[in-house]
Each structure stands twice: as structure tokens, then as C-alpha cells.
């Protein structure tokens, strides 16, 4: 068993696991942060994506003691209080999702993917960029046409705050 | 339509616990005491269990108990069963072999359960699971169904001779024959359906939990259809009285039919809770899901076409064999035949066919429906047929199509269907004119100029959605009715409860139902709830598959709103002293047609609860329900064109154009029926160019993670083009027909049309993957 000790969401939190305990699993299991997702087994489906110090990562490749000492943002962290994430809203808006199991995944890829791409997305590079997040339900159509559409929204938010 | 009513492009209520991690799925569900289980499964597609040896797994840190099959039978648990019979064509029954939750003493497939460990952790049931000693004598195994007929091929249940469950037909032998015998032209063709694994993201779970005090159980479940679980479990499975089982699936991650059957796994979570005194939750990890889910399709087929010298289709002869793994799974044997045969005439007037099927055990997974679920094969091998037809006669695919068109209704198919309505010019026209069909030869060139193969195939399909009546499907075999219930209560304050036997797993029904009621009383849709999914809320439900809730499902609402209003208007004519003929309901009130008089919807609702002044003899309270029973089969139908280049370099297949146009009826919300056929597009895609399943000569499965098996991923798949005509069906009140299957259904045949355009060649396997495409490609030049 190891002491783990993090911050999820802006809040430090700690625990112990044992050592072969996945980031995905402490997540969910430890602090009861359900929305971050296992689809398989081997790293493929992206149904635990999460942000690690600001990257993207999927939380089933990482072991929790790896996680000690970083700063985690889960899909529960995402929006700024009762006001969605612009990727959120703009999944909500464009029916980027049916059942919803690999959303929260693709949600926390998708604003990692935009903040990679300043100079804006096109739909060849979103569909590349998708490789790791497998969704059954939406064929990605309307995936695609979420995060173009956040991506949009992000960037002129993001010059908003430069002009003010 | 109002801005929330039917026929509007609502956004979805549920996203916002979707899209906020707040979603509750079975694997989020904890129960104070709650422990974990692993599977032990065999490792052989085909052995003698001689001996389990538990000790040393019971030693283990944490164990708490671990279960054989034997302990299981001794409690009086059932076999798992097939629900539907069919009767082979000498008259006798289907042999369906036993099928133990847990083996005891032969295991037939990889993966198949044979011992359970509960312990206090899952890494600690996991462990102990791996100490689990068990002895196997191995013995031959068979995974190729036609080969699983050979003489020499392995016995696999000891009541089906020769792995024949059985040899079935339906349609008109002689006519047939004689269609062929004087036909002008017969096109012959060996059509496979590649077996698919459904791969919904949310792999099965199940949390079984037996209160003592209560001698209660309950369980929840990834699962379409909880009512059904609970009707099987207890009815069969003898797990426990019907009311002593509560059944409940929550947020479920997509099922596509795998989610329909009821599984071994919620059997022993259910049976184990009560034998260990504590909660027992087990969860699939994805190869697991691979192993074990029911998969799709596995037809090896011949087909023979016959026309007469303009052209027309005089006769179709089918011969088909199904693989349906080792065990019968709950529908597997209707899938095959009545959601398969009866659509064997697709969008064609042909006046004689037949149809021969057997279906057969293999050491392979349990085969059952997965979307579109025999209508994808009756489609593919139809459209394959068609469009190589077109090619041996030298005439256009559209027109040779557009010629044998139904064009009258109702059109009664030689092979039991009653078409009631349908357009299908229309869509065909729809399609080309979105897929510029005309410019093809021009992009082809194009091209060509680069290097590269350009194909465009087409596929016009109909499906059957919404099985019912069902007393029809009650003589045809199903042991169950296929209706639907609906309870709506209007609360004392005006807000709205629908409950529904339905079951959401994505189809966004919290949206539409509620859009249906907003249509009819103008409450807005975020007062009203729709609740589904609990077999202690809503009494009894078929729930979801077949593309049958908005046909069935909401139909029943409908009916149920029937009789709400009914008495609503005479609350409302008897407060506002007028007849109840003169009451209609407009912008959430009801209103003296032609007068200025009203009363808010709120204000009759509490009236009605109240009871203060009600019309004479009137009961209080305003609740209604209905159980809704089809009187036929809905029809979609519709025209796929796909447009693919190939690099010939590579073998790489690019779908450049997909157009679907589909007929659905009407329709609640377009833009879930837009994304429902973008997801089974996707799937159907997938079919054609990267998904197939892989058992190796001894059984064991080769593709079992995503590693192995390709899912298709963004960057497989283009952007689709999308449009539906609504031809309204007369078969429901709200004339819809079904739109969740469609896409599955109509575009392989689309795809392996265009591919064998554009290499040139009649044929080719599915999945059409790089090297597959590659091989063919080279084989046209030696």
C-alpha cells in the first residue's frame, strides 16, 4: 500500500492504494469520481481521459502512486460552476453523444486538443486527433462537429480575454 | 410544432449529466457491504471438466467464497434458454442444448463461466481466480458452421445430432424452382456475412443483492429490456419470485441487442449474494466483453436470382447456414429466420421465393441479434445480388432496381410480410441526387489521374421494426408478447411523469417521450420526467430493441395521453360550466373554443387532485395507462450510395461519399434521428472494412481486445450525408416507423458494391480491410 497524495478539481485530496492500483480506479473508486470511465482493457477506447498537469491523459496507463503530487482534472472539474465547458456545451448543443459511456473521455480529449492547436482545427485534423477515443453510438459525425464548433468558441473566448 | 413539440430539433435533457461525469452506470453503483466477483472461464473451446479444486482460491487474502456450478444446480437454478421456438420443416421442435450459468461438466466455447470467486476486492477476487485449479480433458473442436455439419466434425450438445438445431424454410419450393427453370437469366452468388461483436463502450456489469431481511432481491444490470430480466430470471432461471426480484438498469453505455439477453454473470452475481450474505458486483473487462457478449451476423449463404427477359425478378432461392455459437442464446433462433427470411424481397416485387436455413452449434460465442439483427443479412445478400445482377445483364443498378420496385400498398411478400407504405423511387431518387450520381464518371476520372481506384455502389433496403401484433409473433414461435405499456401521471401541480416499459440506452427517450407530451398538452418538456428502467417503478415493459420504441413505446404513451386528455377536458368543462366537446388545449391551458374562457393546466390538475369539484361520479386524481399492441410490423426502407477510393498501392479503401436517405414516417426529433442513423452507418461501415472476428482452427478467439479487432475510429469514417422522407405509417398513432437499426442495415452492401466497382471484380470478403483489397487488386492483373 502506498500514501497518494493529489490534487483532483483544485482540491487536495489523499489516500492509500495498493501499489498496482490504476489512476482510473483511485478515481473512481477511492474518491468516488464516477464520470471517468473503463471501456477496455489495453488503452485504446479513451473513456479515461483526464487532464495530469494540464495534458491529456488516459488515467488507465498511469499507476495512482505516479499520479502523487500532480494536479488531476476529472470531467466533474471541467465546467467553472453551473456554467459548462465551452466543449460541453457545444457536445450538449450538437449531439455529440447517445449513451454517453465515452463521452466524458472524448470531452476531456477534445479541450486537450484544441489548447494543443492555436492555430485552429479543421475536420481531418479532429478526426486524426480522435485515434485514441472509440465511440460506438454517434459514427463521430456530430463529435466532429462539437469540438470544430467549441474549438470556435474557445479561441475567441481565449481573445476576448486577451483584448480585455 | 411548437418549440419543444414533435418534430422539433430539441437538445437532449440527459446530456447534462452525461457530459458533467454525473451519469449513474452499474460499475458507479456502491452498496454499503458490497463485494467483488471474477469469472473463472475456460480457456477451451471444447473439453471434459474432470476436476475443480477450489482450496487453495479459498486460502486466498479476501476470498469470501468461490461457487461451482455443481452448488449452483444443487440450489435449483435454471438453464439458460432460447425464448423463441422454431420448428425445423419435417415439423419437429429446435434442439436446444443445456446451457448451465456456471459449467459443470463440459465447457463448449472460450469464455465459457465455470467458477466464481466473491472476495473483498477485485484484485482480490481476481487473484484467488487464477488459483482456481481445474482439470480439462480437451477434446476436438469446430468453429466454422458449415464445416460444424460435416460428419466428422465434433458433437457438441448431446441433443442436437449432427450440430443441426434446425433445418427450416419458408416461402414456395416448387414455384421457385420453376421461376429459375424458366428464367432468362440467373444470377447465382455465395454470399458471408462476417460475424461481428457488438462492442457497446460500457461493458456488461451486474451488482446482485440479496436483504435477508426482506427475502428480497435486487439487481442491477446493464441491460435493454429489466423487465424481461426479471420475467426470465424468475420465471426460468428460478432466482427468485417475480415479486421478490427487483430489476434495475440505469444509465446504460450502449447495447445494439447485446444488452437484450440475459447472461449467466447476473444469474450467479444474484444467486451468489444470497450465498455469501453480501452484495456482489461483477463488471466485464473488454475481453471478457469480447469472449462473452452474444455477437452478430456468422451466414454463410448461396443465393440464385432469377429474371425473365426484361429484366424483372421471377424467383429468389436461398440457401442459408447460421452459426449460432455454442449456446442458444435468449432470440437467437428468431434472428436467422423470422427477422431474416421474411425480408428476402426487399423493395422488389418477386413473385416466388424460397428460403432454406439451418442453424448451428459451433465452439464459438453464443450468436443473437445485433443491430438490425437478420435484416443486415437479408439486406446483403440482396444487394450484393442486385448490383452483380445489373453488372452480368449490362444495365444501370439503379434502374434494374427502380424496375422491380413495389409500387402499390399494401404489398403482400410472398415470404409472410405485409408492406403497408412506402416511397421507394423516392428515396432512390433522393440518394443520387444527393450523391451526384451523374458526376461520378467524371470524379472517377478524376481519379484515375491520381492514382487511385474511385467505386459507387449503392443499396436500397426495407427492414421490419416494431414486431407485433403479438399474437402474430406468439404463432411464429416468441414466448413473449411484443406490446408495449405506458402510465402517465399528471401531478397535482401540473408536472408530468411518464413511465415507460422502454428503456433508454442512448436513444435519447427522456427528450422525446417528453417532447411527445409538450406536443399534446404544451407542458414544457423540463416538467416532464420519464422514468424507465426500474421494475419497481414501471409495472411491466418489452423494452428496447428492433428499432420499436418510438413505434411501440411511444404509441403507448400516446394512448395513455388519449385518456388523459379525456378526462382532463371533462375537469375542465365542468369548472368552466361548457361541454367537454367545446374544451381544447392550447399554450398549456384548456380553453371554450372560440371564447376567451379558460383554465391553466396547472389549475385542472389540482383540481383534479383536490376533488373539490369534480363532474358528478368522477374519481380524483389524474393517472392513466396503457398497453399498447401493434397491429402489424412497421416498413423503413430507404437508398444508401456510397463512394469509395482505393489506393491500389495499398489496398487502403477511403469512403469518400456516404448518402443515406431513409424513409422513417414521421419524426419526433430529427436530430437524434440524424444521429441514429450516423451511428449505425458507422457500424455498417465497420462491417464492410475493418470488423471481423477471428477464432482460430481450435477455437480460441484472436481478436478479443481492441487491439486485434478494428472499431472504426474518426479517422475511418467521413462526414455522412443525411435526409429522410417521411412516408407516414398507418400501422401506429403516430405514424412512425423506426429508425435506430437503418444504418446498420443498408450500407454494407453499399460499400462492397462500391469497392468491387472500383476494383472491377464481382466479389470480394468482409471486412474489405488493406491487404484483403490488396490481394483482389493484384489477383485482376494475373
Not at chain 1, 7 to 24: H, I, M, P, W, Y
Not at chain 1, 74 to 91: K, N, R, Y
Not at chain 2, 307 to 329: C, E, H, P, Q, W
Not at chain 2, 551 to 560: C, D, E, H, I, R
Request: hydrophobic fraction near 40%; include cysteine.
Amino acid at each position: 500500500m502506498s500514501e497518494i497524495s493529489l490534487t483532483v478539481n483544485g482540491k487536495r485530496v489523499s489516500g492509500a492504494a495498493e501499489d498496482r492500483t490504476l489512476l482510473v480506479h483511485f478515481l473512481r473508486e477511492n474518491l468516488g469520481l464516477t464520470g471517468t470511465h473503463v471501456g477496455c482493457d489495453t488503452s485504446q477506447c479513451g473513456a479515461c481521459v483526464i487532464h495530469v498537469d494540464g495534458k491529456a491523459v488516459k488515467s488507465c496507463t498511469m499507476l495512482a502512486v505516479q499520479a502523487s503530487g500532480s494536479s488531476v482534472v476529472t470531467i466533474e472539474g471541467l465546467a467553472d460552476g453551473a456554467d459548462l465547458h465551452p466543449m460541453q456545451a457545444a457536445f450538449k448543443e450538437h449531439h455529440g453523444l447517445q449513451c454517453g459511456f465515452c463521452t466524458p473521455g472524448m470531452i476531456m480529449a477534445a479541450t486537450d486538443m484544441v489548447n494543443r492547436h492555436p492555430e485552429g482545427l479543421d475536420e481531418a485534423t479532429v478526426r486524426a486527433e480522435l485515434e485514441g477515443n472509440i465511440c460506438r453510438c454517434t459514427g463521430y459525425h456530430n463529435i466532429v462537429k462539437a469540438i470544430l464548433a467549441a474549438s470556435e468558441t474557445m479561441s475567441s473566448k481565449g481573445k476576448d480575454k486577451q483584448a480585455a | 410544432m411548437g418549440i419543444e413539440g414533435v418534430g422539433a430539433r430539441v437538445a437532449r435533457k440527459e446530456d447534462k449529466r452525461f457530459i458533467t461525469g454525473a451519469g449513474r452506470y452499474v460499475d458507479d453503483m456502491v452498496v454499503p457491504g458490497m463485494k467483488h466477483a471474477a469469472f473463472v472461464r475456460s480457456p477451451h473451446a471444447h473439453a471434459e471438466i474432470k476436476k475443480i479444486d477450489v482450496k487453495k482460491a479459498q486460502a486466498m487474502p479476501g476470498v469470501i467464497g468461490v461457487l461451482t456450478g455443481k452448488e449452483l444446480k444443487a440450489d435449483g437454478i435454471g438453464n439458460i434458454i432460447c425464448g423463441w421456438m422454431i420448428h425445423s420443416k419435417d415439423g419437429s421442435p429446435m434442439k436446444m442444448g443445456a446451457w448451465s450459468p456456471l459449467a459443470f461438466d463440459r465447457v463448449r466455447y472460450v469464455g465459457d463461466a465455470v467458477v466464481v470467486v466473491i472476495a473483498e476486492t477485485k484484485g482480490q477476487a481476481r487473484d484467488a481466480a487464477e488459483a482456481v485449479d481445474i482439470s480439462y480433458e480437451e477434446l476436438k473442436a469446430v468453429v466454422d458452421a458449415p464445416k460444424a455439419l460435416e460428419r466428422s466434425a465434433p458433437q457438441i450438445h448431446p441433443e442436437a445430432d449432427g450440430n443441426l438445431i434446425f433445418d427450416w424454410e419458408l416461402g414456395d419450393s416448387a414455384a421457385t424452382n420453376a421461376a429459375i427453370k424458366a428464367a432468362a437469366h440467373i444470377t447465382r452468388m455465395k454470399i458471408v456475412n462476417n460475424r461481428l461483436v457488438p462492442n457497446a463502450m460500457e461493458p456488461r456489469a451486474a451488482l446482485g443483492h440479496y436483504d435477508k431481511a426482506e427475502d428480497h432481491y435486487t439487481c442491477w444490470t446493464t441491460s435493454q429490456n429489466p423487465h424481461l430480466a426479471r420475467l426470465v430470471m424468475s420465471a426460468f432461471y428460478n432466482v427468485a419470485p417475480e415479486n421478490k426480484l427487483r430489476v434495475i438498469a440505469p444509465d446504460v453505455g450502449g447495447g445494439f441487442g447485446s444488452k437484450i439477453y440475459i447472461y449467466p454473470e447476473e444469474i450467479v452475481c444474484l444467486w451468489a449474494s444470497k450465498k455469501t450474505g453480501v452484495p456482489v458486483k461483477w463488471v466485464a473487462d473488454r475481453t471478457e466483453s469480447f469472449l462473452t457478449d452474444a455477437h452478430g451476423r456468422d451466414h454463410v449463404s448461396t443465393v440464385e436470382m432469377a429474371f425473365d427477359k426484361d429484366n424483372r425478378i421471377t424467383g429468389l432461392k436461398v440457401d442459408t447456414i447460421a452459426n449460432l455459437g455454442a449456446y442458444m442464446s435468449l432470440f437467437s433462433s428468431c434472428v436467422p429466420t423470422y427477422l431474416y427470411a421474411t425480408l428476402l424481397s426487399g423493395q422488389y416485387d418477386i413473385p416466388a421465393i424460397h428460403a432454406n436455413v439451418r442453424a448451428v452449434y459451433t465452439n464459438t460465442a453464443p450468436v443473437d441479434a445485433y443491430r438490425g439483427a437478420g435484416r443486415p443479412e437479408a439486406t446483403y445478400l440482396l444487394e450484393r445480388t442486385m448490383e452483380t445482377a445489373a453488372r452480368e445483364l449490362g444495365v444501370s443498378p439503379a434502374e434494374l432496381r427502380r424496375k422491380n420496385f413495389i409500387t402499390s400498398f399494401p404489398h403482400q411478400t410472398p415470404v409472410i410480410m405485409n408492406y403497408d407504405a412506402g416511397d421507394y423511387a423516392a428515396s432512390l431518387d433522393a440518394a443520387m441526387a444527393a450523391a451526384d450520381y451523374a458526376g461520378f464518371a467524371q470524379r472517377k476520372a478524376d481519379a484515375a489521374s491520381r492514382g487511385k481506384l474511385r467505386g459507387i455502389g449503392m443499396s436500397c433496403y426495407i427492414e421490419a421494426c416494431g414486431l407485433a401484433p403479438s399474437a402474430a409473433v406468439g404463432s411464429l414461435g416468441a414466448g413473449v408478447g411484443l406490446w408495449e405499456s405506458a402510465e402517465v401521471r399528471v401531478n397535482a401541480a401540473g408536472t408530468i411523469e411518464v413511465l415507460t416499459g422502454s428503456h433508454s440506452h442512448g436513444q435519447g427517450h427522456e427528450t422525446t417521450f417528453a417532447q411527445l407530451v409538450n406536443q399534446r398538452f404544451g407542458v414544457p418538456i423540463d416538467s416532464v420526467s420519464i422514468v424507465h428502467g426500474d421494475t419497481d417503478k414501471v409495472q411491466m415493459g418489452m423494452g428496447t430493441y428492433g428499432s420499436r420504441s418510438g413505434a411501440v413505446g411511444m404509441s403507448a404513451v400516446a394512448k395513455a395521453l388519449d385518456k388523459v386528455e379525456a378526462k382532463a377536458k371533462k375537469i375542465a368543462a365542468h369548472l368552466l360550466e361548457a361541454d367537454e366537446g367545446d374544451i381544447v388545449i392550447e399554450n398549456g391551458a384548456l380553453k371554450v373554443a372560440g371564447t376567451d374562457k379558460q383554465v391553466p393546466w396547472f389549475q385542472m390538475a389540482l383540481a383534479a387532485y383536490t376533488a373539490h369539484n369534480l363532474p358528478g361520479g368522477m374519481e380524483p386524481g389524474l393517472k392513466e395507462t396503457s398497453f399498447y399492441d401493434p397491429s402489424n410490423f412497421t416498413f423503413p426502407a430507404g437508398c444508401y450510395v456510397c463512394e469509395v477510393e482505393i489506393d491500389p498501392e495499398t489496398g487502403v479503401t477511403e469512403v469518400v461519399q456516404f448518402v443515406a436517405a431513409d424513409d422513417f414516417g414521421n419524426i419526433i426529433n430529427p436530430m437524434i434521428v440524424e444521429g441514429q442513423v450516423h451511428g449505425g452507418v458507422a457500424q455498417g461501415i465497420g462491417q464492410a472494412l475493418l470488423e471481423g472476428t477471428r477464432y482460430d482452427a481450435s477455437g480460441q478467439l484472436l481478436t478479443a481486445s481492441y487491439m486485434d479487432y478494428a472499431m472504426p475510429r474518426a479517422d475511418d469514417l467521413p462526414s455522412f450525408k443525411v435526409s429522410t422522407s417521411n412516408t407516414p405509417c398507418p400501422g401506429n398513432p403516430l405514424g412512425i416507423k423506426g429508425c435506430g437499426e437503418a444504418g446498420a442495415i443498408g450500407s454494407p452492401p453499399a460499400v462492397i458494391n462500391a469497392i468491387t466497382d472500383a476494383i472491377g471484380i464481382t466479389d470480394i470478403a468482409m471486412p474489405a480491410s488493406p491487404s484483403t483489397v490488396w490481394a483482389a487488386i493484384r489477383a485482376t492483373k494475373h
